[in-house]
């Protein structure tokens, strides 16, 4: 019944700009973190950035820091990416996840500590 939808995603040049969103529905929903992560063509999977809906509090991958910020709006149940002087090596699918809610209440940053996942939106980054 948890349905995560991200959207924003599209064609920019290097140095631009794009603002992700990630939507969670479903009667059941009750996560602690939102995470957003990447994964680029014959790459792994990595984390991006996490956030936690109670508090606030964030968590970024040092190479994103500074560019990216991860917001949550807990009224609209969304989650935001604000990407900010795009690179080419930004280029990837970007994937938003839900904690279970339960267990360790941390804002995780491996993928295996959630368990809802979007469809993805690809994400491309022009020279």
């Known amino acids: 019944q948890v349905q995560l939808v991200e959207s924003g995603g599209g064609l920019v040049q290097a140095g631009g700009s794009l603002r992700l969103s990630c939507a969670a529905s479903?009667?059941?929903?009750?996560?602690?973190?939102m995470g957003w992560f990447r994964q680029a063509p014959g790459k792994e999977r990595e984390f991006v950035a996490a956030i936690s809906w109670s508090d606030g509090n964030t968590y970024y991958k040092d190479s994103m820091k500074g560019r990216f910020t991860i917001s949550r709006d807990n009224a609209k149940n969304t989650v935001y990416l604000q990407m900010n002087s795009l690179k080419p090596e930004d280029t990837a699918v970007y994937y938003c996840?839900?904690?279970?809610?339960?267990?360790?209440?941390?804002?995780?940053?491996?993928?295996?500590?959630?368990?809802?996942w979007g469809q993805g939106t690809q994400v491309t980054v022009s020279s």
């Open positions: 996840a839900a904690d279970a809610g339960h267990g360790p209440l941390r804002v995780g940053v491996f993928d295996y500590e959630y368990i809802y």
């Open positions: 479903g009667r059941t929903f009750r996560s602690y973190a």
